[in-house]
């Protein structure tokens, strides 16, 4: 063999067996970048993300103020809504707190008023409130003291439920996500509004070095 | 011929090394004359300010602390600086320490067993901000999707380790920080991301494998249910309690007055190890020190009578060893027969070229035959045998009607009939009045050795010097201060 046919065979060897990729790498953030919450984003999952929050949070508040048998009654209803009262049975770890919050704020903010809302979350500090008024420990402040605590005409309640899947083969991932919210007329039981499902369904591929 | 291939060649030949030159800024500062005025009146008065002195020595501080960023860049990269690890470790646990420098230190390449490994140490240690932070830190990054990851990519490369990749641990490794998490949101009577936790455990650990074959770790389905029952949710209890005693027959529903879950660790978890011809598959077997395989539980205050025994609801050392593969021994095996064709090519060319009987082929040959070997010594084909050494091999489970604030645990642990003498690493209580949580561990996972088990220094020390992850671990080390 001459050394010219041994450069060939080597180089072609080498060429053939090396499989380096190309080292393409994501554009790094330098420091701390602002990312607008309502936007997709680069490191969302197949599961909840924070443009979900805003984009549920909208749906119901369209809905249920255009529903005339809460909305429109003489005297404003009292709503509760809590994170307690939303059931994740996903297999995503979920602040419910996120959604169940931005809701309640939302649904105040545009209610201007047609629906009240009570927070049973605070109902312990706001006993001991009441037990210091009522012992003359404190003033008995710029409202009337002696009224009755409110009670609640409706609850919001609701679920956020999922379907995974699992491609052996190709290592792609599915989830199909669905939140329900309902309002229950704490009286009768009645549901008396449901909201429309928000539904999505997202995809990813896991790379063979994860399976 | 790739570019990137042409460089390895190229870089084999090279035969000069050219220096990295570095500049350092200008240090001398001109001379400032400040001027100064003396007071004639009284010797206590202040001398006026010069601003332009006041704005000339600020720049001189600001060069110097150029000056020494520089030096400090120049001599450790992009980090972590004298200092700093002092610093990141004043205000955590003693106890805890050892293992967090591990995590300052290792960076992002081993950041989801480090922070497994403190996660789980915290727990034994009752520090549970610290231990449920670094599980969160450690399960978004297993959920991370790797999009243009290089280090991954770099895994699958011929010439480049697999131990190259962030870790993210075996679908059984996966599946224990999911576990951990669950425990710690049962503890804190969260049942419904309990519930979450302990199903994406089963889901983690069924990779790989098709349907219900995957669906195993009856632990798992056993603590869904629970958590499930605990949160009102009857008819999914039912149905994970149902699949946890289809796997393991032991596994019963609890009873329908039993108000306390207790969950005991055993033993030594599987060991990797690396087989096949050239080191390029993945093993597990057994610890040498995985002893005891029982446990009796008494109550020390005399107020609990029965004597609790926990079955077995999940051995991880068959997680880890019954399930279908890894893809990547898929690549391994295919690098390892390349590395084989290579190093038999290059033997055969150079028998050859001993038989030519003229110099410019014999030369040529032996050429060849020496360029092909050293590609196959530089091929790297071994599997990553990183671990979490402090998992335990047994889950043991056992549910009870009993009030869990008065039982003072006296523990007894056996090896089938007879006694092992050891002392619990850990224990705690925790939910809520209907559902309560006792958990307890037989090995401790403060006293294991601080560095990360299974790594290669090699490959750590590459890893380290590429400006990419560099940069990627001083991020790294920016967001450990949420531990």
Same mark, same amino acid.
């Given at each position: 063999m001459t050394i010219r046919q041994f450069g060939l065979l080597a180089a072609v060897t080498i060429a053939a067996l090396a499989a380096t990729p190309a080292m393409a790498g994501t554009k790094r953030i330098e420091g701390v970048q602002d990312l607008d919450p309502d936007s997709k984003a680069d490191n969302d999952g197949v599961g909840i993300a924070s443009r979900d929050? %805003? %984009?549920?949070?909208? %749906?119901?508040?369209?809905?249920?103020?255009?529903?005339?048998?809460?909305?429109?009654?003489?005297?404003?209803?009292?709503?509760?809504?809590? %994170?307690?009262?939303?059931?994740?049975?996903?297999?995503q770890r979920f602040q419910r707190d996120m959604l169940t919050d931005a809701l309640r704020s939302q649904l105040n903010r545009s209610a201007r008023g047609k629906l009240r809302f009570i927070s049973r979350e605070s109902a312990e500090v706001v006993e001991q409130e009441r037990a210091m008024k009522q012992d003359g420990f404190v003033s008995a402040g710029t409202t009337d003291p002696n009224r009755m605590r409110s009670g609640a005409d409706y609850r919001m309640v609701g679920k956020i439920t999922s379907i995974d899947t699992r491609n052996v083969g190709t290592g792609t991932q599915q989830r199909f996500t669905q939140i329900m919210f309902e309002l229950v007329d704490l009286t009768t039981g009645d549901i008396v509004w449901t909201g429309e499902p928000y539904k999505f369904k997202r995809a990813t591929d896991m790379d063979i070095v994860d399976q | 011929m790739t570019k990137t291939t042409l460089r390895t060649g190229l870089c084999l030949l090279a035969l000069t090394v050219v220096a990295p030159l570095y500049a350092q800024s200008a240090t001398t500062a001109a001379a400032t004359t400040a001027t100064t005025t003396t007071a004639t009146t009284a010797p206590a008065a202040a001398a006026p300010v010069d601003p332009v002195a006041e704005r000339k020595a600020a720049e001189k501080a600001a060069k110097e602390a150029q000056r020494q960023q520089a030096e400090l860049r120049r001599k450790y990269g992009e980090g972590p600086y004298p200092g700093q690890v002092e610093a990141f470790l004043a205000n955590k646990p003693e106890k805890l320490r050892p293992l967090l420098s591990t995590l300052y230190l290792g960076g992002e390449r081993n950041a989801v067993l480090n922070l497994d490994r403190v996660g789980l140490a915290a727990m034994e240690a009752g520090e549970w901000t610290i231990a449920e932070h670094a599980f969160d830190m450690a399960l978004t990054?297993?959920?991370?999707?790797? &999009? &243009?990851?290089?280090?991954?990519e770099q895994a699958k490369s011929l010439f480049k380790n697999e131990?190259? &990749?962030?870790? &993210?641990?075996?679908?059984?490794?996966?599946?224990?920080?999911?576990?951990?998490?669950?425990?710690?949101y049962l503890r804190a009577a969260d049942f419904d991301n309990a519930r979450a936790s302990f199903l994406a455990a089963l889901f983690q650990d069924s990779i790989n494998m098709d349907g219900d074959r995957g669906q195993d770790f009856a632990s798992m389905n056993y603590l869904a249910g629970w958590a499930s029952r605990c949160a009102g949710d009857a008819g999914d209890a039912r149905e994970q309690f149902d699949r946890a005693t289809k796997t393991n027959a032991a596994l019963v529903a609890p009873a329908t007055d039993a108000n306390a879950l207790l969950v005991a660790e055993l033993g030594y978890g599987p060991v990797k190890t690396k087989g096949g011809a050239k080191g390029e598959l993945l093993e597990f077997k057994s610890h040498t020190l995985d002893v005891e395989n029982q446990l009796e539980l008494r109550d020390a205050s005399g107020t609990f009578q029965p004597v609790l025994k926990p079955v077995e609801a999940s051995s991880l050392v068959y997680q880890a060893t019954e399930r279908d593969g890894r893809k990547m021994d898929g690549v391994l095996k295919g690098k390892a027969q390349t590395k084989a064709a290579l190093e038999a090519s290059s033997q055969a060319m150079m028998q050859a070229a001993m038989m030519q009987n003229n110099s410019g082929g014999m030369l040529g040959g032996m050429l060849g035959g020496a360029m092909l070997g050293l590609f196959a010594g530089a091929a790297h084909v071994e599997a990553d045998t990183r671990q979490w050494d402090s998992l335990p091999s047994r889950i043991m489970i056992q549910t009870q009607k009993m009030d869990l604030a008065k039982f003072k645990p006296a523990a007894q642990f056996r090896k089938d009939a007879d006694a092992v003498n050891l002392t619990p690493a850990g224990y705690f209580t925790g939910g809520n009045d209907r559902c309560k949580i006792a958990w307890l561990r037989a090995r401790s996972a403060i006293d294991m050795p601080a560095a990360t088990p299974g790594d290669d220094a090699g490959v750590a020390k590459a890893s380290a010097s590429r400006k990419d992850v560099q940069l990627k671990d001083k991020a790294f080390r920016d967001s450990l201060a949420q531990l």
């Open positions: 929050i %805003a %984009a549920i949070s909208d %749906a119901i508040v369209r809905d249920l103020l255009n529903y005339p048998e809460v909305i429109d009654r003489p005297l404003p209803p009292r709503v509760i809504i809590q %994170a307690s009262d939303l059931r994740n049975m996903t297999m | 990054r297993i959920e991370a999707v790797y &999009k &243009k990851n290089v280090q991954a131990a190259r &990749k962030d870790f &993210k641990g075996e679908p059984y490794e996966r599946a224990m920080s999911y576990y951990y998490r669950g425990l710690l």
